[in-house]
Structure formats: structure tokens, C-alpha cells
């Protein structure tokens, strides 16, 4: 086996991208990401990293890192993950965290933390959830699905700020485009909104060849309990569904046993898990 980093993504999606296809649920976040920076995309002032671990023709590890955030595990054999380490190690690099399936980040963080003596913080433990088929609310609220525009510019940066805080995310980096604006010029986030104005939003993020993630659900406190996130939620995804995409998909809090259920009465199933550890300093 051996590891080989990339600085550009074209040349990791061309060694990459049949295997993140092969299964654009599970792997759709770091395809959609990867996808993204081909694209042009920046998620921080420093520039991505990208690294496999082969043997032959077979993948046994495949990482991705957009500092200063965590860096992604897509997947690690076992076998594989020294190897990877013991590189990183070599090449100098640092990482705050690592976000991956549930079932192989503590192997990889046990392991880095114990090289760099450093203790472990789960930041978040998330259900991923997919959706084929809309189950429609049976009694939506009064309403309709809208674009964002320009005009909405004015408010959107505070819903934007309440998502980011009630999801217990790293604020915004400043050298990037507000998310809001940066939504709304992509034509990627959606309004619920009534006769009295907007109620709640959501947006299309990480695009793959089969789907869509869906992202930034967020509804103010006042507005909450009332219906408007799941209306929101399921007419996107059928939007998604009839432009042609097979599913869509969704993080959610492992603990949030409302978001939950929300989705899942509007059609979503439990595909697999999540989970976001952060290192600290011991002490």
C-alpha cells in the first residue's frame, strides 16, 4: 500500500470519482465538496489537500481537507490507516478534527490523537437520512415555495446567523462570500413564505450527479411548530426528484429527536451515521 496526496482536485476526482459514485449517498459529501472546488468553490483562505491510500488498483483510504475545517474521511480500511497517519505525519500536516461514518473516525482519531498527545471532543454525532419518494404533509400549512432573491438580502443574513449558532457550527469565514448571498446568487435557496412573509428556508447544497443535499433548514423561534420547515422540506425535495435527481439527502442531530421525525414524516429514512470529533489540548 501506498499514500498519495493531491493539491489538485481534478487529479484526485480522476482517481476517485467512480468509486465516490458508486455510492452518492454514503459518499455525497465529499463528492459534492470535491465537485464544488473543481468548480471554483473556496471554503477557506488556504487551499484543499486530498490523499488516497492504494494498493494497486483498489482504494483502501480516501481523505479530503478544506482548512482550516476537519478533515473528511470517505472511507479508511483498517489496514490503511497507519499508513495514512504516519504520512501525514511526515508531510507536516495538522488538522483541527475529522468528520466521517461513525464506525471508523474514533480508529482514526484514537490513533492521531494519541501521536500528537491530544484529547477528543465529539462535536456532533448526525443521522444521514435519504429520500426517493415525498410523503406530503397531510395538512400543510397556508403558503407556497419561493425563490430567494436579492430583496430578502436585507433579513437573510440573521436566519443564516441562527442556523449557523443553533447547529453549533464554526462562524463564517470571513474571507468568503456571505452564505446568504452567496445562496442566493447560485439560485440554491428556497423560502416558505404566506401572505404575511417569509415563515422558513432551505437550500440544494453538494450537488452529485444523482442528488441533491439538503441544507440550511432553519424557521425563527416565533415561527417554530407551525409546519413551515416540513412543507419547505418536502416541496424542495419533489423539486429535486421531478428536475431528475434519484434522492436527496439530509444531516441531522442524532439528539434532535424533532428534526427527526420532521423528516422523516415527509419521507426520509436513516442511511447511515456521522460523527465530527474535534481534537483539543489535554489539561
Same mark, same amino acid.
Given at each position: 500500500?501506498?499514500?498519495?496526496?493531491?493539491?489538485? $482536485?481534478?487529479?484526485?476526482?480522476?482517481?476517485?470519482?467512480?468509486?465516490?459514485?458508486?455510492?452518492?449517498?454514503?459518499?455525497?459529501?465529499?463528492?459534492?465538496?470535491?465537485?464544488?472546488?473543481?468548480?471554483?468553490?473556496?471554503?477557506?483562505?488556504?487551499?484543499?489537500?486530498?490523499?488516497?491510500?492504494?494498493?494497486?488498483?483498489?482504494?483502501? =483510504?480516501? $481523505?479530503?481537507?478544506?482548512?482550516?475545517?476537519?478533515?473528511?474521511?470517505?472511507?479508511?480500511?483498517? @489496514?490503511?490507516?497507519?499508513?495514512?497517519? @504516519?504520512?501525514?505525519?511526515?508531510?507536516?500536516?495538522?488538522?483541527?478534527?475529522? %468528520?466521517? +461514518?461513525?464506525?471508523?473516525?474514533?480508529? $482514526?482519531?484514537?490513533?492521531?490523537?494519541?501521536?500528537?498527545?491530544?484529547?477528543? @471532543?465529539?462535536?456532533?454525532?448526525?443521522?444521514?437520512?435519504?429520500?426517493?419518494? $415525498?410523503?406530503? +404533509?397531510?395538512? +400543510?400549512?397556508?403558503?407556497?415555495?419561493?425563490?430567494?432573491?436579492?430583496?430578502?438580502?436585507?433579513?437573510? #443574513?440573521?436566519?443564516?446567523?441562527?442556523?449557523?449558532?443553533?447547529?453549533?457550527?464554526?462562524?463564517?469565514?470571513?474571507?468568503?462570500?456571505?452564505?446568504?448571498?452567496?445562496?442566493?446568487?447560485?439560485?440554491?435557496?428556497?423560502?416558505?413564505?404566506?401572505?404575511?412573509?417569509?415563515? /422558513?428556508? =432551505?437550500?440544494?447544497?453538494?450537488?452529485?450527479?444523482?442528488?441533491? #443535499?439538503?441544507?440550511?433548514?432553519?424557521? +425563527?423561534?416565533?415561527?417554530?411548530?407551525?409546519?413551515?420547515?416540513?412543507?419547505?422540506? /418536502? @416541496?424542495?425535495?419533489?423539486? =429535486?426528484?421531478?428536475?431528475?435527481?434519484?434522492?436527496?439527502?439530509?444531516?441531522?442531530? %442524532? =439528539?434532535?429527536?424533532? #428534526?427527526?421525525?420532521?423528516? /422523516?414524516?415527509?419521507?426520509?429514512?436513516?442511511?447511515?451515521? %456521522?460523527?465530527?470529533?474535534?481534537? %483539543?489540548?489535554?489539561?
Amino acid at each position: 500500500m501506498k499514500l498519495i496526496e493531491y493539491s489538485d $482536485v481534478n487529479a484526485f476526482l480522476e482517481r476517485t470519482r467512480s468509486f465516490l459514485e458508486s455510492d452518492q449517498a454514503l459518499y455525497g459529501l465529499a463528492l459534492g465538496n470535491a465537485i464544488r472546488i473543481a468548480e471554483g468553490h473556496r471554503f477557506g483562505a488556504e487551499d484543499p489537500w486530498f490523499a488516497v491510500v492504494e494498493e494497486g488498483q483498489w482504494l483502501r =483510504a480516501i $481523505v479530503l481537507q478544506t482548512p482550516p475545517h476537519a478533515m473528511m474521511l470517505v472511507t479508511a480500511e483498517l @489496514e490503511a490507516i497507519t499508513l495514512l497517519i @504516519e504520512g501525514m505525519r511526515k508531510s507536516g500536516r495538522t488538522i483541527p478534527g475529522v %468528520v466521517g +461514518p461513525a464506525d471508523t473516525v474514533p480508529f $482514526v482519531t484514537g490513533r492521531w490523537a494519541h501521536i500528537h498527545d491530544l484529547d477528543q @471532543e465529539v462535536r456532533t454525532h448526525m443521522h444521514l437520512f435519504c429520500a426517493d419518494k $415525498v410523503i406530503p +404533509p397531510s395538512a +400543510p400549512p397556508a403558503g407556497e415555495m419561493v425563490k430567494a432573491s436579492p430583496d430578502d438580502l436585507t433579513w437573510l #443574513s440573521e436566519w443564516t446567523t441562527g442556523f449557523v449558532v443553533d447547529c453549533h457550527m464554526p462562524p463564517n469565514d470571513p474571507t468568503l462570500l456571505e452564505p446568504a448571498i452567496a445562496m442566493v446568487e447560485q439560485e440554491r435557496l428556497f423560502l416558505w413564505k404566506d401572505a404575511t412573509g417569509p415563515k /422558513a428556508m =432551505a437550500a440544494f447544497t453538494r450537488e452529485t450527479p444523482q442528488s441533491y #443535499s439538503v441544507s440550511w433548514v432553519y424557521t +425563527p423561534k416565533e415561527q417554530r411548530g407551525k409546519g413551515y420547515a416540513s412543507a419547505l422540506v /418536502a @416541496e424542495l425535495t419533489q423539486h =429535486a426528484l421531478d428536475s431528475g435527481k434519484k434522492f436527496c439527502s439530509l444531516f441531522t442531530d %442524532v =439528539a434532535n429527536s424533532t #428534526s427527526n421525525k420532521i423528516y /422523516a414524516d415527509v419521507g426520509y429514512r436513516h442511511y447511515c451515521d %456521522v460523527q465530527h470529533v474535534d481534537f %483539543v489540548a489535554k489539561g
